[in-house]
């Protein structure tokens, strides 16, 4: 946990809910820049729904977003204007996201999956993005897979394309859902590492994880979330060893019952 470093993300009193009800209650926290934070938590807890809100594909109910510096916030029962959803479209552009499923184009090949956004959304040069791509499928170790499809790369390349896809956009931020879920056990370690490499370069990034061994090490802060709020969060060593909360130490021991950390 750094106390260096300026705050990148901060999160004031979000809320966000569905026709069946409040998904996030007064969800408030900051990450500093350069931090690494995991978010664990039950099933249904809201992680998906705070990282969808985070990066804006779902626009908060009310309370605040600032990210690098942009500001989204709206007040209970406030209608969304052009502006807002500006503001909504100058985060998403900050932000890049990875999810369980990796969401390749099928029909382009792996770098191509890796320029069209800088070519399309940012109007960057064609020379200028093939260059930044193949030095970005390098850094996943990915480098002579330019060529290839995505049919033709296990789960754990395709993971790691689809993470040098989001960094291809120049994001401040970069949010993981679940990044390793779908993966057999054997490949998840080479998509947790490409994450440590980003976190040495400096890069602030949040993962929602069930991989708690790679929670407690690699994070500077382990967010833990229940019944959509954010119950308790601290230092991994601290989180795991001496958790304050009631409810985060039921959930850590269902963890250790289940076998599963
Ligand atoms: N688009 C949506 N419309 C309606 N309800 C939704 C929507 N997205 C999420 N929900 C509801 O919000 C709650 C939280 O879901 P969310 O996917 O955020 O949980 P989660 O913590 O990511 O769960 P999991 O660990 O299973 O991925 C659930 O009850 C879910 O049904
Ligand atoms: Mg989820």
């Known amino acids: 946990m750094n106390l260096i470093n300026k705050p990148l993300i901060v999160v004031e009193n979000l809320c966000k809910g569905f026709e069946d009800g409040e998904v996030l209650r007064n969800v408030s926290f900051t990450i500093r820049e350069g931090d690494l934070a995991s978010i664990i938590g039950p099933s249904g807890c809201g992680k998906s729904t705070f990282m969808r809100c ?64 800088p070519m399309v959304v940012k109007k960057q040069p064609k020379d200028e993005v093939y260059e930044q791509a193949m030095k970005l499928l390098d850094k996943v170790g990915l480098k002579g897979f330019a060529s290839k499809y995505p049919s033709t790369l296990s789960g754990g390349q395709s993971q790691r394309a689809a993470i040098a896809r989001a960094l291809a956009m120049n994001p401040r931020v970069m949010l993981y859902d679940e990044p390793t879920s779908a993966l057999d056990p054997e490949l998840v370690g080479e998509v947790l590492q490409v994450m440590k490499d980003l976190d040495a370069e400096g890069m602030t990034q949040i993962i929602v994880t069930h991989e708690m061994k790679f929670a407690r090490d690699a994070s500077d802060y382990i967010i833990f979330m229940d019944n959509g709020e954010i119950v308790e969060y601290d230092d991994g060593d601290i989180l795991f060893t001496a958790p304050k909360s009631e409810r985060t130490k039921a959930f850590l021991r269902h963890f250790v019952n289940t076998g599963v950390a």
């Not at 779902?58 to 989204?72: H, P, R």
């Not at 909504?88 to 890796?114: D, W």
């Open 54 to 117: 985070l990066n804006c594909l779902e626009l908060l109910d009310s309370g605040s977003i600032s990210i690098a510096g942009v500001t989204i916030s709206r007040r209970p029962g406030q209608v969304p204007d052009e502006k807002m959803l500006d503001i909504a479209h100058e985060i998403r552009s900050e932000v890049g996201m990875v999810f369980q499923s990796y969401n390749l184009f099928p029909h382009k090949t792996i770098i191509e999956n890796i320029m069209l956004a």
